[in-house]
């Protein structure tokens, strides 16, 4: 479906041409805190996008199963961590340099790469950046699958002072013991759970848990996929540290973002909104 969709003849090789023409472009979905009085500072995920010709942009989903399957994306997360970085230093006003962080995806294989972490460490040495302007969120099911080796990524990326997000975390089972071993930052709720809140009571009961386990771990959570004040509310009154989602700010180019305090651009009610891509 990936090759209907681009229409690409040699994958591999258009791909590699668009990291080095610096043809991807970089959109942030805001991360608000939902308690600003308290201190906490906006972050954003980082989102990729491809620009073909007449400024078309391709999502993720159609060009990141071709990465995938070829090998690519280790070479794309890091074109990513070298351009939010290089973004970072030029534009980030100092109290943004010091406080706010950017979230990266980041594939499986990247997470396998032995070169990838020393990478990251250069990088953000050569930014002037400290480490946590970077936060890598682990996807929930990569845990599962591959805890052990994950274990390893995550300290060596911490070596560096970067952050560590799990996401869509609650969506299964997950040891309580395990998390203890994960220096992690931040828990990112699963949109899932997050989406039925308003309406299947439950909802709020594993939330309320989630953010319970987590707050006595020491780590922030983040409710994905927030589309409407009332579920604000509720998550609010949980004492959910961030919110992420359509209902408060729409994916955009990075070079948009407005500066720490700043009341953010751009957004739109929940009822004029598109599900958001994966990455």
């Known amino acids: 479906m990936a090759r209907q969709v ?8 258009r791909i590699i041409a668009a990291i080095e023409r610096n043809e991807f472009t970089l959109f942030c979905q805001l991360i608000t805190p939902l308690e600003p009085a308290a201190g906490k500072v906006q972050h954003y995920e980082i989102l990729i ?14 060009f990141f199963p071709l990465a995938e399957e070829h090998g690519l994306l280790p070479r794309l997360d890091r074109w990513v961590v070298d351009n939010v970085l290089a973004w970072a230093s030029r534009h980030e006003s ?11 995806n980041i594939a499986t294989d990247t997470m396998s790469d032995p ?3 020393a990478h990251v460490a250069n990088q953000v040495k050569k930014s002037g950046l400290p480490g946590s302007s970077l936060c890598f969120e682990i996807a929930h099911g990569d845990l ?10 995550i300290r060596q990326i911490k070596q560096a002072g970067c952050r ?3 996401s869509g975390f609650g969506r299964d089972r997950v040891s309580v013991d395990l998390l203890k071993t994960l220096p992690l930052d931040f828990l990112k709720i699963d949109g899932a759970i997050v989406l039925q809140i308003g309406k299947d009571p439950m909802g709020l009961s594993r939330i309320a848990a989630i953010h319970r386990l987590a707050n006595g771990l020491g780590i ?15 998550l609010r009154e949980l004492k959910v540290d961030y919110a992420q989602g359509f209902g408060i700010s729409r994916p955009r180019p990075l070079a948009e973002i407005a500066a720490p305090g700043e009341q953010p651009s751009g957004a739109q009610p929940p009822d004029a909104q598109a599900p958001a891509a994966a990455r």
């Not at 109290?95 to 990266?104: G, H, N, P, V």
């Not at 599962?144 to 990524?153: A, K, S």
């Not at 922030?220 to 509720?234: L, N, R």
């Open 6 to 13: 681009t229409g690409w003849s040699d994958a591999r090789e």
């Open 49 to 62: 996008r491809l620009l073909e010709e007449e400024d078309n942009l391709i999502p993720p989903g159609a």
């Open 94 to 104: 100092q109290d943004a340099k010091s406080s706010r962080t950017f979230f990266l």
């Open 115 to 117: 070169d990838f972490p």
């Open 144 to 153: 599962l699958t591959n805890g052990g080796d994950i274990g390893g990524f």
């Open 164 to 166: 560590i997000a799990l």
């Open 220 to 234: 922030a959570t983040v409710a994905e996929m927030v589309e409407s004040d009332e579920v604000m509310a509720k």
